[in-house]
């Protein structure tokens, strides 16, 4: 009877470009007391749909066009904005995706999570507080008695969960909202969170709309999971049969181009491959071959030797050890995987290694030659020989200059090419290379997508003609189906080039996709390294174990 | 930078005979090398003395500050009281009517205010409250009438100013992610508001309020020379026509310790209002 079914959802965004269709006459249900996941990539319409239900969209542009939203008998579309407010955090609930911006900086965590007994005037001031209290230690922030009046930024990305969950659950709501909630935590954090969350729930009996665009996640969690595309719902069922039999070739592409933990395939499918040919079926392929043996020279190529990079902590003089004696080699030709949680010292390791962060002590040997040591100006050489591609290709292209002043740049500092005209071929072919055209080379950054940006970020790295690249979490802020473009074009380079990779990330199933070998890395240490078969199967920590055991996994094979 | 300047506090129309030139410059200590001039003045400051000025015979320097600064501080508070008594409301009102006459209407006026210089806002005052309705007394400075006039054109731009600020930190305010967290608590737009984001909405404004209120209270030259008012900024300006080389020495040394202490003021003011710059000190 308590079920939510939302019928017909028109939400469209007016926009001087047109009319967006959002979210375009979707229908699903969520049955009381279960977990319904609403899955799909950036700009599906899956948050839409969800602050649609709380009606929390800017309107305009967002307008609602038609259908109906049933909650307890009433519809959401047609209830006065009085009545939204008294359902507001007290029937339903939400948590958001970034925790950091979503709590109010300028009040403390214990009021932010009594206020929504006060909005509705549940219960008295202190009991509110107390209660606040009560749930967050339900939620598992710990010490709470001495973080009375602590502020969001003196807590944790978990933790600053952890209090948006106590928030969103303090009223104890019929349905809870979850829009993205785990995608900015670690995935050690994340299993918790998820499972905190789950656990909880059910105690208090709420419905929880899932929204992610995890796959993986969402088949943690959800009863039944519901895939959204372009504004519509293609697919929906039972979390078993969804990834069991799949019809939707879109559903399909989304289980398939996720590089897995059992992960066989050499080259990822992508959406595109489903969606061209109906009878797609993705080739079964070993993804280590038997690769010719590296030669003794090859073997050390790059050889970092008990690296540290400490840190002096600006107010208190605490030194912070980000790095502390690292030693690894990366072969010539092969991709060495960092994996590690944010604050482990991945991204430090790898900007010390090409010199972009002072290093404190240790050795870089590059060929035999320490480049540690090296003066600034005679980094020149080494510099055009190494490259770097960053996480977010929104912030690290400029702005202001096209594609072809972004690409023209590195090879006017290095001196490569003759003239002008020689460079511009050069930029062309760069460009065909990473599957842009020659077309684009007049555009800025923002004409493109994020796929496409991270595509011109590798040509600028490639345009120096460079032996090695360090890939600093540089699909992580990608859909799935980019990332696996983005991961096979990488592959694909490295084949054509021998490129030399250093592949930092998060994801132990994207580093496992791609590298040769692994390092996890804790609190600026090592804590693990080897081939990236044995570090997976038959990992030596406890720390690399409970690494693999969070990954969300989709333990029911599909039929591929 | 005055000494650079030609002429001396001695020089005037009427040519004073040598001889006493020459006795009132050693009297004042102006005929030792400036270097020495210089370790005197500072030996004299340590102990809290400013000196004697040249212009105003037998008054120290000290003593002219004290005469001048409050009439300048009462017309700085005043004016600044208007500047947030208009400029608060009228900045949340256009905020919160974004795109609609409610925030055309008083954007317009502060795009007006921002622009008008006070030189041209003065007269008009004058003619239209003194001359033509005789409401207000148009100069000097002898009631408490004689302050709203000067204070109105002098706060009135601030107000402008402090209008943009709050329109612009509450919009920015407004499209924060923890303002949608408290709309989805079911807060009403009021709690939304009061609550929550005003705190954020009016920081911006707290950082420009220590170096305006500065600027507001060492007086404004224009303004009290339009109306005849015996302020610092007027004070200031003549001392440095005259070559009164330690009137102007004290005077800025005077506003430089009060822009320090108005700017720690506010720094302290920003760490009680904002959780993340009280961890910074």
Redesign the interface.
């Known amino acids: 009877m308590n079920d939510v079914k939302v019928h017909g959802l028109k939400t469209f965004f007016h926009t001087r470009e047109g009319v967006v269709k959002a979210v375009n006459d979707i229908n699903f249900t969520i049955p009381s007391g279960e977990v319904v996941g609403l899955v799909g990539e950036s700009g599906s319409g899956k948050s839409v749909t969800c602050h649609s239900l709380?009606q929390?969209l800017p309107t305009p542009p967002a307008k609602v066009e038609g259908g109906e939203i049933i909650f307890q008998g009433e519809d959401l579309l047609r209830a006065s904005d009085q009545k939204m407010?008294?359902?507001?955090?007290?029937s339903i609930?939400?948590i958001?995706q970034?925790p950091m911006?979503?709590?109010?900086?300028?009040?403390t965590v214990i009021e932010q999570v009594a206020?929504?007994l006060l909005?509705?005037g549940m219960v008295s001031q202190d009991k509110a507080k107390e209660e606040a209290m009560d749930m967050l230690l339900r939620v598992g922030v710990d010490k709470i008695k001495d973080r009375m009046n602590a502020?969001p930024?003196?807590f944790s990305g978990g933790m600053r969960q952890r209090a948006m969950i106590a928030?969103a659950l303090i009223t104890k709501p019929d349905l809870l909202l979850a829009d993205e909630p785990t995608t900015a935590l670690d995935v050690t954090v994340q299993a918790k969170i998820l499972k905190l969350l789950k656990q909880l729930c059910a105690e208090i009996g709420s419905s929880i709309l899932f929204v992610s665009h995890d796959l993986g996640v969402v088949a943690e969690i959800a009863d039944r999971v519901v895939v959204m595309y372009r504004g519509k719902v293609v697919e929906q069922n039972t979390t078993q049969e969804l990834f069991r039999s799949p019809t939707h070739p879109y559903v399909k592409a989304l289980i398939a181009c996720r590089p897995t933990f059992e992960g066989n395939f050499e080259i990822l499918p992508t959406v595109e491959d489903f969606m061209e040919s109906q009878s797609y079926i993705p080739q079964k392929k070993k993804l280590k071959e038997q690769s010719n043996p590296i030669t003794e020279k090859d073997k050390n190529w790059l050889k970092v030797e008990e690296l540290s990079v400490h840190f002096q902590q600006a107010?208190h003089g605490k030194t912070v050890k980000a790095v502390d004696r690292v030693t690894l080699s990366i072969p010539k030709g092969k991709t060495l995987g960092i994996v590690g949680e944010s604050g482990s010292g991945k991204t430090t390791l790898g900007r010390a290694i090409l010199r972009l962060t002072p290093i404190t002590s240790g050795k870089v040997r590059w060929q035999d030659q320490d480049i540690a040591l090296d003066k600034e100006n005679g980094l020149m050489n080494f510099r055009k020989k190494m490259q770097i591609i960053f996480q977010d290709p929104y912030a690290s292209l400029n702005p202001r200059l096209t594609i072809e002043q972004t690409l023209l740049e590195p090879m006017l500092v290095h001196k490569i090419g003759g003239n002008h005209k020689e460079r511009l071929d050069r930029v062309v072919s760069l460009l065909e290379e990473v599957g842009l055209e020659s077309s684009h080379l007049r555009r800025y950054p923002h004409e493109f997508s994020g796929g496409q940006r991270q595509r011109i970020c590798v040509a600028r790295a490639l345009s120096t003609e460079p032996e090695f690249i360090v890939c600093d979490e540089c699909v992580s802020a990608m859909d799935v189906s980019v990332q696996a473009q983005v991961l096979n074009l990488l592959h694909q380079l490295q084949k054509a080039r021998n490129l030399t990779y250093l592949f930092i990330s998060h994801d132990l199933c994207v580093v496992k996709h791609i590298a040769d070998e692994i390092a996890v890395m804790r609190a600026g240490q090592i804590e693990e390294f080897g081939k990236a078969e044995n570090i997976c199967l038959n990992p030596q920590t406890s720390y690399t174990q409970e690494l693999m055991d969070s990954i969300p996994r989709t333990s029911i094979t599909g039929t591929f | 930078m005055t000494r650079f300047a030609p002429g001396g506090p001695f020089d005037s129309d009427k040519a004073i005979p040598d001889e006493i030139k020459i006795k009132l410059q050693s009297h004042f200590g102006l005929n030792l090398p400036l270097f020495d001039q210089y370790l005197l003045y500072m030996k004299n400051l340590l102990a809290g003395d400013l000196g004697p000025s040249f212009k105003y015979v037998g008054w120290d320097v000290s003593e002219l500050i004290s005469l001048a600064f409050p009439v300048s501080l009462s017309l700085g508070i005043s004016a600044l009281l208007i500047a947030l008594l208009i400029g608060l409301p009228a900045g949340m009102l256009a905020a919160l009517r974004k795109n609609t006459l409610w925030d055309y209407l008083p954007m317009g006026i502060a795009m007006v205010g921002v622009c008008l210089p006070s030189f041209v806002l003065g007269p008009i005052l004058i003619m239209v409250f003194a001359t033509e309705l005789k409401w207000l007394p148009a100069l000097g400075w002898y009631s408490w009438t004689d302050l709203i006039l000067p204070s109105l054109t002098l706060g009135l731009f601030y107000a402008a100013y402090v209008a943009r600020l709050t329109r612009a930190g509450m919009l920015e305010t407004l499209k924060?992610?923890?303002i949608?967290?408290?709309?989805?608590?079911?807060?009403?737009p009021s709690?939304v508001i009061l609550?929550?984001a005003i705190?954020?909405g009016l920081l911006p404004v707290v950082t420009y309020l220590g170096p305006a209120f500065a600027g507001l209270v060492s007086g404004s030259f224009i303004i009290e020379s339009i109306f005849f008012i015996p302020g610092l900024g007027k004070f200031f300006v003549t001392a440095a026509f005259n070559r009164d080389y330690t009137v102007v020495l004290g005077t800025v040394l005077f506003y430089a310790t009060l822009i320090i202490i108005l700017n720690l003021f506010v720094d302290f003011l920003q760490a009680w209002?904002?959780?993340?710059a009280r961890?910074?000190q």
């Open positions: 709380l929390l407010r008294t359902l507001r955090g007290k609930s939400m958001f970034d911006s979503c709590l109010n900086p300028y009040m206020e929504p909005i509705h502020y930024h003196e928030m107010n | 924060q992610d923890y949608r967290t408290a709309r989805a608590k079911g807060a009403s709690r609550r929550h705190r954020g209002l904002d959780p993340k961890e910074q």
